[in-house]
């Protein structure tokens, strides 16, 4: 019996998205079944179109050309740039983007499950997101995490 | 470094794109061929063993040539 991955992604950011989307197609690719459930901020992973951004404010470990005063990265365009920043380097360092992650994990299989207690929390509606997905809740995650050999909370 | 049927070359991706790719060639060949597999991501020393014991397909042979990695991967009957 194939081995089963259970992810919760609850982070909308450029760096947050790639732990779920790079381990899910991973383990796909390793004869896992794997679900993923998108929670609050990570609902923004599923949007047809992605706009994920990154920004240094709040984030002290974030890597930085030249230090850059906390004061400085409130200023407009600064996330803009951060962003702009790490998706050159993504590039340059042959890593992939999160839209070929998600791609990947579409087509091999993973099933992508948005919380419908978020959809309605945020007013979004399903059209907002990539079709096929899975709408469920906590029991629906949780029926597919008891019988998971992995668990994951990201 | 043995013969091998299929040739994928990798360089300069990084991880998970190795084995997405490793994965996807090794679909499409049948029982008994196999793969030689040029990698540069330095993970790949740890990470082709794991996805070969995973995946059932063994692992022939490492080598390391020029800074590359080499992988010679044979497809597992399963």
């Known amino acids: 019996m194939a081995k089963k991955l259970a992810i919760i992604a609850s982070k909308g950011t450029l760096d947050g998205a790639y732990p779920p989307f790079l381990l899910a197609s991973t383990a796909a690719a390793l004869g896992f079944e794997v679900k993923i459930f998108f ?19 709040g984030n002290p470990a974030m890597p930085m050309p030249v230090p850059v005063p906390t004061i400085i990265q409130i200023l407009p365009g600064m996330e803009w740039f951060a962003t702009w920043m790490m998706k050159r380097k993504i590039k340059q360092k042959g890593v992939a983007s999160i839209e070929d992650l998600r791609d990947i994990c579409v087509e091999s299989g993973v099933e992508l499950v948005a919380c419908q207690m978020t959809v309605d929390l945020f007013d979004f509606s399903h059209d907002d997101f990539i079709d096929g997905l899975t709408y469920g809740g906590a029991a629906t995650f949780l029926e597919f995490s008891s019988t998971a050999d992995t668990t994951l909370y990201i | 470094m043995s013969t091998f049927d299929v040739e994928l070359d ?3 991706l990084n991880c998970p794109l190795p084995i997405l790719k490793a994965r996807k060639a090794l679909a499409d060949m049948s029982a008994g061929q196999r793969l030689h597999l040029i990698v540069t991501d330095l993970g ?8 070969s014991k995973m995946t059932g397909n063994p692992l022939l042979e490492t080598s390391e040539q020029d800074g590359k990695l080499h992988f010679i991967l044979e497809k597992g009957a399963a």
């Open chain 2, 44 to 51: 790949a020393t740890q990470d082709i063993p794991a996805f």
């Open chain 1, 39 to 57: 929670t609050f901020y990570g609902l923004q992973l599923l949007r047809k179109e992605l706009n994920l951004k990154v920004s240094p404010l």
């Open chain 2, 10 to 12: 990798t360089s300069g």
